[in-house]
């Protein structure tokens, strides 16, 4: 079982740039395939990006890619999303995820482990 605990949210102006974090618990953070997702009021959780767990591969949503990078430092149990460029349309909550299995996957349906998310606002 793991622990996430995002942070890094906050209120920005569109262009501007943020860097969420996601600190796992545990001592086999090594062993998750890692994913953000997001989440606005009234619409479904979208996929952002996953990275695998050694961090050589990732995946992103289209409307993301060039924007934000995903990456991981598992000497510190942590996952990151930087997000530069932001547009009002990031607006959301976003969650970290992690998968106990060597494949990403876009489905939120196949991570078992979820942090409680943190708000990111975008202003216009």
């Known amino acids: 079982q793991v622990q996430l605990i995002e942070s890094g949210g906050g209120l920005v102006q569109a262009g501007d740039s943020l860097r969420l974090s996601c600190a796992a618990s545990?001592?086999?953070?090594?062993?998750?395939?890692m994913g953000w997702f997001r989440q606005t009021p009234g619409k479904e959780r979208e996929f952002v990006a996953t990275?695998?767990?050694?961090?050589?591969?990732?995946s992103y949503a289209d409307s993301v890619q060039g924007r934000f990078t995903i990456s991981r430092d598992n000497t510190k149990n942590t996952v990151y999303l930087q997000m530069n460029s932001l547009k009002p349309e990031d607006t959301a909550v976003y969650y970290c995820?992690?998968?106990?299995?060597?494949?990403?996957?876009?489905?939120?349906?196949?991570?078992?482990?979820w942090g409680q998310g943190t708000q990111v606002t975008v202003s216009s």
């Open positions: 545990g001592r086999t953070f090594g062993n998750y395939v």
């Open positions: 990275i695998t767990r050694a961090g050589r591969s990732t």
């Open positions: 995820a992690a998968r106990t299995t060597y494949l990403m996957s876009r489905s939120g349906n196949d991570y078992e482990f």
